[in-house]
DNA sequence: AGACATCTTT
């Protein structure tokens, strides 16, 4: 028996649920089909099947029609045709365009008759699907869980596959955890391998693939493909190798998608040279990369600069007919607005507005470009064109903007864009804030800093590190050394951890302003994050504490310093 | 059937 350890995630803590795809290959009771007749009818009598053809139908109608139709039907209809599985089974067919009115009539046959039981699994299952199609997932689980419910493996896989296209990976797991365990198979080990990706746990997949054993277990090509994007946002590139020679090995043949995250994640972390040397390969051992994996090097190559030869694939591409698509243009109109090659970024734009029309993602690259380069006004008179086409602004165009005032020394002019950001009921993010509370930090304006403050707070959002550094520095330097005291506890309570320079800063702030004691304190927080002290600040804190004839403690923040660094 | 590529965060 092999099983693996993996959490599980969703609500917070998350327990710890042992995957148990290969606990074992014996039990798992098939559902079968009784004969038809085999309950309900007691006695001896025999009902003639057009006798329970006519019951069905009228009670279908009456659910359909009547509001608290329960007691009706227990009263006007005989036990033995109400109960009958076949009658069960073609009411429930009836009413299946209203799932939860069918499911209802599930609860009520089983609620009202002990030995009721549906018979055909076939029913059920059909039950359970258009209960999941429409998303009823309290139902569905409900079902799933009866045991006067005979679901096939079939079934219980389909609910599964349809809460992870869903999107609800707690479902999943509560389907996982509960329901009697599957057949082992391939089919059961992909959806485990594609809930573990999609909970941002691609290393327990992982896991689960090598105690595997290879062979039959081994999920498909598609769930590998999962797997290894998985494995390549995080990075781990040499599990990812393993992966791929697994899948070959076990005559899961990679193919263009499975390279893509690969080629994708290579650029992501600047081993733009490696994705290009795998491209080339790709090419040579006839893979033909599609627009997306185009994409991806193109971008890596924009990402470094490297905008000639970023030029020359997007030829090749066009040469062997493959169209780019929106987002390919982002990408290269990115990299020439970032390299400042803003007029070739104007042009290429031009060309994606005709063919696929302007869109904010696309405004939102230009004024970027313009910004960096120094050309707020014009990154301005984009955004103001934007309304006039009727193309809303979202939170990355206002961030942009806010930025590159800010940048530009126009703070206010900066916060008129965040008032209209906040007055147009979008949500500004942390990225909106930073900017803004560096230039009133650098300004000393301290009001308009707290005030700024205080609204992430209301929305809980958290200053980026940068910002949190910022305005303790601020607060510090403003001669608000309290507040900025309390504002560095807050940070390390919460394990924010201040950049090294910044605290290196506020000891040489303090000591220089005479405030030995403080600097003391932002010391003691200094060395237990183990950062090091500068030397020049080193020298200056020394310095204060002769001067004040403090031998014995200066001679012992000297031997603290000498054993840290 | 299913998966892969875009803009703000200094």
């Known amino acids: 028996m092999i099983t693996t350890r993996c959490r599980i995630g969703g609500g917070g803590g998350g327990g710890v649920v042992v995957v148990r795809l290969f606990s074992s290959f014996s039990e798992t009771p098939l559902a079968t089909e009784p004969p038809a007749a085999a309950a309900g009818g007691g006695g001896g009598v025999e009902i003639v099947d057009r006798d329970l053809e006519d019951t069905a139908r009228s009670v279908a109608d009456t659910i359909r029609t009547q509001p608290r139709w329960e007691k009706t039907l227990l009263s ?224 890596g190559l924009c990402k470094m600069g490297r905008m000639e030869e970023a030029w020359e694939l997007w030829s090749e591409m066009i040469g062997r007919g493959i169209v780019p698509g929106r987002k390919s243009y982002f990408v290269i109109i990115d990299g020439y607005c970032k390299s400042g090659n803003l007029e070739r970024a104007e042009e290429v734009y031009k060309e994606m507005s005709l063919k696929y029309g302007e869109c904010s993602v696309g405004c939102n690259i230009m004024i970027a470009g313009l910004c960096l380069h120094g050309k707020v006004r014009e990154a301005i008179d984009v955004a103001t064109s934007m309304r006039r086409k009727g193309i809303e602004y979202d939170v990355v165009t206002y961030n942009t903007l806010i930025q590159g005032l800010c940048k530009d020394g126009k703070t206010a002019e900066a916060l008129v864009f965040y008032r209209g950001l906040v007055g147009s009921g979008l949500q500004p993010t942390a990225s909106t804030y930073a900017p803004l509370i560096t230039s009133l930090c650098s300004k000393g304006n301290l009001t308009g800093t707290t005030e700024l403050v205080k609204d992430m707070e209301a929305r809980g959002l958290e200053p980026l590190p940068r910002t949190a550094d910022c305005i303790l520095l601020g607060l510090c330097k403003a001669d608000r050394a309290e507040e900025g005291l309390e504002w560095l506890v807050e940070m390390l309570k919460t394990k924010r951890r201040p950049q090294p320079e910044t605290l290196n800063e506020l000891v040489e702030f303090f000591s220089s302003v005479g405030r030995v004691d403080d600097a003391l304190l932002v010391l003691n927080a200094l060395f237990e994050m183990s950062y090091s002290l500068e030397k020049s600040v080193c020298n200056l804190l020394v310095d204060k504490l002769c001067s004040r004839g403090n031998r014995v403690l200066s001679e012992q923040v000297v031997s603290q310093i000498l054993l840290t660094n």
């Not at 599930?106 to 429409?134: I, N």
């Not at 040397?277 to 990369?289: E, I, S, T, W």
């Open 76 to 299: 006007r209809y005989s036990h033995s045709h109400l109960f009958h599985p076949r009658c069960a089974d073609l009411v429930l067919r009836r009413s299946l365009s209203n799932p939860l009115l069918s499911f209802r009539y599930f609860l009520f046959l089983s609620s009202s008759s002990s030995s009721f039981s549906t018979t055909t699994s076939s029913s059920s299952s059909l039950l359970l699907q258009s209960l999941l199609d429409s998303k009823a997932w309290g139902p569905a689980m409900h079902l799933l869980r009866s045991t006067k419910c005979p679901t096939d493996p079939h079934a219980r896989n389909a609910a599964l596959s349809a809460s992870l296209r869903a999107g609800r990976i707690d479902l999943f797991w509560q389907l996982y955890q509960n329901l009697p365990p599957l057949e082992p198979d391939h089919t059961t080990a992909g959806h485990l391998v594609r809930a573990l990706c999609l909970d941002g746990k691609p290393l327990d997949a992982y896991r689960l693939i090598r105690s595997s054993g290879g062979g039959s277990l081994l999920p498909d090509v598609c769930s590998f493909n999962i797997l290894v994007s998985g494995l390549s946002k995080i990075k781990k590139f040499g599990l990812v190798s393993e992966i791929l020679h697994m899948m070959v090995s076990s005559g899961r043949t990679p193919n263009i998608l499975t390279y893509t995250p690969v080629l994708h994640g290579l650029c992501c972390c600047g081993m733009t040279d490696e994705a290009l040397r795998v491209f080339n390969q790709l090419k040579l051992r006839g893979h033909d990369p599609d627009v997306v994996a185009y994409t991806a090097v193109i971008g």
